[in-house]
């Protein structure tokens, strides 16, 4: 309705329609001679004042605006996606560099040049959680788990300087670590808290970027020869027929649209999918796994760490003797009494960065919500007042061919349901392959949430494993003839809470979404190749992620069986030829 406040990306188009639309350049009917119009090939072949050259500039022209109004759309999405991803990288980035600075502003003074000496430890730290972030290859919980490794190295020589300590010693020592606790329950608790915290993050930031992706590569999709002509009908033959100032009627302009974006409508599903993954995902970083807290304080803990290992320095100390026998006394250690009191870490000399995440995700989960039915209220958009005549000027405006009413109905979203589109004809058999291999970049980005929110990382397949699939036939768009392996990544319901406002039978069962092309379901059709940055790019597995598992793809039903028994089939059927000779050959005989 007209009191309803328009979300920021329709408001940006039509303000871009205000600007560009044919009809707001319109100014009086410029008089010309009326001729025949059989020479017309759009336009109807009545009187006109267009030539065929004429025609074919105003086809052109009418290509051009709509291709442009589309990506002006597009580009209105792909700035808010950016902008939020830019927010909460910004957010998240000085999150983790106020931690490390904190770090580095405490520890010198109590640590003195034996920090010094040893705080690489502590910058690879940061640097491989930075690296996780961004994407790099890394297993997140082996970062941290080597971090804690070499931290127990350095701190052990430090609280017993008048040892001479071997690496074959504290090789022997980190593999009775985890035995007596040295840093507490501080490993293991932040080891939970910051991988869930990292991989929700990280997928999240990647979820705004692939969707942007997705758009701008679907607004690259260029216009068929068809829609060419119905948008040069709908746009310019008012004009040879000297009636420029009358605006194509609404439905009209709906089925021509609906018509030319068909495959783009057919991204609705998945795309409120990914929309809804993120806005869960949302709530998960501002709510279970708290970043502001898990992030904010990554120093606070590992201070802690370090107490707790001081605290309990005796009898840590004479576990570790027990269990690796005595070290050789080192003769030019120093158990000065000025180094072991700068060795004392106090926890209130760790400063924590007070930061806060919930107004950034409030304002994305308005924006994502705004979102969701981008690509179905597509049409509506550019079909706005600005361009068409509206629900009030039903029998004023272009029919497409004479000012009039119009009578067909309005097409339904999407290629299947275009079948019987009256302005647009359009080839239901044949999707786009562009826009197909978006719809499973989708899939694969709301799996990836998927497992981000119940605190998974997945490790997707590269091309090497994938390979053609000998079940494929020819022409089937629902398959495309890649067979994959795929890992089992989604849990049980049990295992852990699903998406909420996603379709359960999506998400809450062991239905992994493959990794390489081949299985688009969704609309008419699928890709015939691996989708960008899916088959090439492998991510970090963490050890909590199940190993792949190898997973045979099902065969269509009524098309054969496999193993023995289709081996088998041949010698049955033998068989069965043998025995109706020998019984034919029998009633002969009898008679």
């Not at 030829?577 to 034919?584: D, E, K, M």
Request: proline fraction near 6%.
């Amino acid at each position: 309705g007209e009191g309803k406040i328009r979300p920021y990306w329709q408001v940006f188009v039509l303000s871009y329609l205000g600007r560009n639309s044919p009809f707001s350049r319109a100014g009086p009917s410029t008089l010309f001679s009326l001729v025949s119009g059989e020479h017309l090939r759009i336009c109807p072949q009545g009187y006109t004042c267009c030539t065929s050259e004429m025609e074919e500039n105003f086809a052109n022209k009418s290509r051009s605006e709509f291709e442009a109004m589309t990506k002006e759309a597009g580009r209105s999405v792909q700035m808010i996606l950016t902008a939020q991803h830019r927010s909460f990288d910004g957010y998240f980035q000085d999150l983790l560099n106020k931690s490390e600075k904190a770090l580095y502003e405490a520890f010198p003074t109590m640590y003195g040049e034996l920090y010094m000496q040893n705080m690489k430890v502590f910058k690879d730290l940061y640097s491989e959680l930075r690296r996780y972030y961004r994407g790099s290859n890394i297993n997140l919980e082996e970062a941290l788990n080597e971090f804690w490794t070499r931290l127990l190295e350095r701190l052990f020589k430090l609280m017993n300087p008048q040892y001479h300590i071997t690496d074959e010693y504290l090789d022997c020592m980190v593999k009775h670590a985890e035995q007596h606790k040295p840093f507490g329950e501080v490993p293991r608790d932040l080891k939970v808290k910051a991988t869930r915290a990292f991989i929700a993050a990280r997928s999240y930031a990647q979820g705004f970027l692939v969707g942007s992706d997705v758009v701008r590569k679907v607004s690259q999709v260029s216009l068929s020869h068809e829609c060419t002509r119905a948008v040069m009908k709908l746009m310019y033959c008012p004009h040879c027929r000297g009636m420029s100032s009358v605006k194509p009627c609404n439905n009209y302009c709906l089925n021509v649209v609906k018509g030319c974006l068909a495959n783009q409508a057919d991204l609705n599903t998945e795309w409120k999918y990914l929309m809804d993954s993120l806005i869960v995902v949302a709530d998960r970083i501002d709510g279970p796994y708290n970043v502001d807290t898990v992030i904010g304080t990554i120093h606070m803990r590992i201070a802690e760490a370090i107490s707790n290992l001081q605290e309990n320095k005796d009898s840590i100390t004479a576990k570790v003797f027990q269990g690796c026998g005595n070290p050789k006394i080192n003769t030019k250690g120093s158990s000065s009494e000025d180094k072991k009191r700068r060795g004392k870490v106090t926890l209130e000399g760790i400063r924590n960065p007070m930061t806060f995440l919930s107004p950034q995700v409030l304002d994305a989960k308005g924006n994502l919500t705004s979102l969701k039915s981008y690509w179905v209220t597509l049409p509506n958009v550019l079909c706005s007042k600005k361009v068409t005549a509206g629900s009030g000027a039903d029998d004023k405006c272009w029919n497409g061919m004479t000012k009039g009413s119009y009578l067909p109905e309005v097409m339904g979203d999407g290629l299947a349901n275009q079948i019987n589109n009256p302005e647009v004809e359009v080839d239901i058999t044949k999707p786009d392959m562009t826009i197909r291999q978006q719809i499973m970049q989708l899939k694969i980005m709301t799996n990836r949430l998927g497992n981000a929110n119940i605190g998974n990382d997945v490790d997707f397949q590269d091309a090497s494993e994938c390979g053609p699939n000998p079940r494929a036939r020819a022409g089937d768009h629902a398959r495309a003839g890649v067979a994959c392996r795929v890992p089992r990544t989604w849990p049980s319901p049990a295992e852990g809470p699903g998406l909420r406002g996603v379709s359960p039978t999506r998400l809450s069962h062991a239905q992994p979404v493959p990794t390489c092309a081949g299985d688009d379901t969704s609309g008419s059709g699928s890709g015939d190749a691996c989708p960008d940055d899916v088959c090439g790019k492998r991510l970090a597995k963490s050890p909590s992620t199940r190993p792949p598992e190898t997973h045979a793809i099902p065969k269509q039903s009524g098309h054969g069986v496999s193993g023995a028994s289709s081996r088998s089939l041949p010698s049955a059927f033998l068989l069965l030829l043998l025995l109706s000779v020998a019984l034919l050959a029998t009633q002969r005989l009898w008679r």
